[in-house]
């Protein structure tokens, strides 16, 4: 079984400042990662994810991410923030097979 | 990507009704999923759906209150029956594309359940 603990459930950010989600996972097996990204009153869109290969991930509107397997993490991060970042951010991991596992989550909050 | 629909978007539902939830993809897939996201909180399965088998169910969430259908490759329906309070949710569907391996998934907008 598999499992994701994100690290902070709040992290307000200055507009055009740096912004870093930590995210951990465990899981016995290789695993895929995903980040989301869920705007409000929206569903979930995906904003990147690892499968294998290069450990630097990058995604959309400018956000990267970095699989570390001695530390089962796999943070994501933004070199200078938007306005419309605010956003519940979700990091995920499967198994290789059907069920994606989510972390609790990260509320962004970009302030001008 | 697939594109995804859900009906209805929203509802107020009074306790003790069901609520069908529709939820329509433009494209063929094996698999669908169904979530429920309560207040504050991350996304739960609740059950994997394949066209002409039975819903399968994840642990604490049984037929009888989300019975679920899938009667083809593009369109399946929760409903959630005898609604309480502890039902208000934000209720996800979402599919997984046939062509890839490793579980991406892409989500509807979500049905947004009040029940008082």
């Known amino acids: 079984a598999q499992s994701v603990t994100q690290l902070d459930s709040q992290v307000p950010v200055f507009e055009e400042a740096p912004v870093e989600l930590r995210c951990n996972y465990s899981?016995?097996?290789?695993?895929?990662l995903f980040w989301y990204v869920q705007y409000p009153n929206q569903g979930l869109q995906l904003l990147l994810k690892y499968l294998s290969g290069s450990t630097l991930v990058k995604g959309i509107n400018g956000f990267e991410a970095e699989f570390n397997k001695s530390q089962t993490s796999f943070h994501l991060r933004k070199p200078s923030v938007h306005i419309s970042d605010t956003a519940e951010y979700f990091c995920?991991?499967?198994?290789?097979?059907?069920?994606?596992?989510f972390g609790a989550g990260t509320t962004v909050t970009v302030r001008a | 990507s697939a594109v995804i629909s859900q009906k209805p978007s929203r509802d107020i539902c009074q306790r003790g009704t069901s609520l069908t939830i529709q939820c329509q993809v433009d494209?063929?897939?094996?698999?669908m999923f169904w979530y429920r996201q309560q207040p504050g909180q991350s996304l739960t399965l609740i059950a994997t759906a394949n066209q002409g088998s039975e819903a399968t169910y994840e642990s604490g969430f049984v037929i009888d209150k989300f019975p679920i259908s899938r009667p083809n490759l593009t369109f399946s329906t929760l409903t959630v029956s005898n609604m309480s309070p502890e039902d208000s949710s934000i209720y996800l569907c979402?599919?997984?594309?046939?062509?890839?391996?490793?579980?991406?998934?892409?989500f509807g907008p979500g049905t947004r359940l009040t029940v008082l």
């Open positions: 494209s063929q897939v094996t698999m």
């Open positions: 995920a991991v499967s198994d290789g097979r059907y069920k994606l596992s």
């Open positions: 899981s016995s097996v290789s695993v895929y």
């Open positions: 979402s599919v997984e594309e046939p062509a890839l391996s490793y579980n991406e998934q892409f």
